[in-house]
């Protein structure tokens, strides 16, 4: 992990959230292909995980709880997707009633934001760049 810590930038670590019409599996075979629900793991084998990569200092972990009503996801109608009861329900678009009175029906909750450690320093000074 030495390696990983000193040439990956953060990264982060995700549980697999589980989507009702994105990656549930269905009998339409087109969305049977997106099933990953054996993928999902507990959040007491998520905690072992972390626990076991803890010297890894790029993994920026994310628990289900911590991703499902942090991130604000627009959709190609510039609608917010409600994902606080396990699916993408979409609000009116953006285009039609505004950010502020779409907002109010994303889900989006800017305390676990805040909590998760979304708020973070989005760029760096000229000298301090890779490239």
Same mark, same amino acid.
């Given at each position: 992990?030495?390696?990983?810590? *000193?040439?990956?930038? &953060?990264?982060?670590? %995700?549980?697999?959230?589980?989507?009702?019409? #994105?990656? @549930? $599996?269905?009998?339409?075979?087109?969305?049977? +292909? !997106?099933? *990953?629900?054996? =993928?999902?793991?507990? !959040? #007491? =084998? %998520? =905690?072992? %995980?972390?626990?076991?990569? !803890?010297?890894?200092? @790029?993994?920026?972990?994310?628990?289900? /709880? *911590?991703?499902?009503?942090?991130?604000?996801?627009?959709?190609?109608? +510039?609608? %917010? &997707?409600?994902?606080?009861?396990?699916?993408?329900?979409?609000?009116?678009?953006?285009?039609?009633?505004?950010?502020?009175?779409?907002? /109010? $029906?994303?889900?989006?909750?800017?305390?676990?934001?805040?909590?998760?450690?979304?708020?973070?320093?989005?760029?760096?000074?000229?000298?301090?760049?890779?490239?």
């Amino acid at each position: 992990s030495s390696g990983i810590n *000193a040439e990956w930038p &953060l990264r982060p670590g %995700f549980q697999c959230l589980l989507i009702e019409g #994105e990656n @549930c $599996g269905d009998i339409d075979p087109v969305k049977k +292909m !997106r099933d *990953a629900t054996d =993928q999902v793991v507990t !959040r #007491e =084998q %998520f =905690q072992h %995980f972390l626990n076991t990569h !803890r010297n890894v200092k @790029c993994l920026v972990p994310e628990s289900n /709880e *911590a991703m499902r009503n942090s991130y604000l996801i627009l959709d190609e109608y +510039m609608r %917010f &997707l409600n994902n606080t009861k396990g699916r993408k329900d979409p609000t009116k678009s953006i285009l039609d009633i505004g950010v502020e009175g779409a907002m /109010e $029906g994303s889900g989006y909750d800017h305390k676990e934001f805040i909590k998760r450690g979304g708020k973070y320093e989005w760029s760096k000074k000229s000298s301090e760049l890779e490239w």
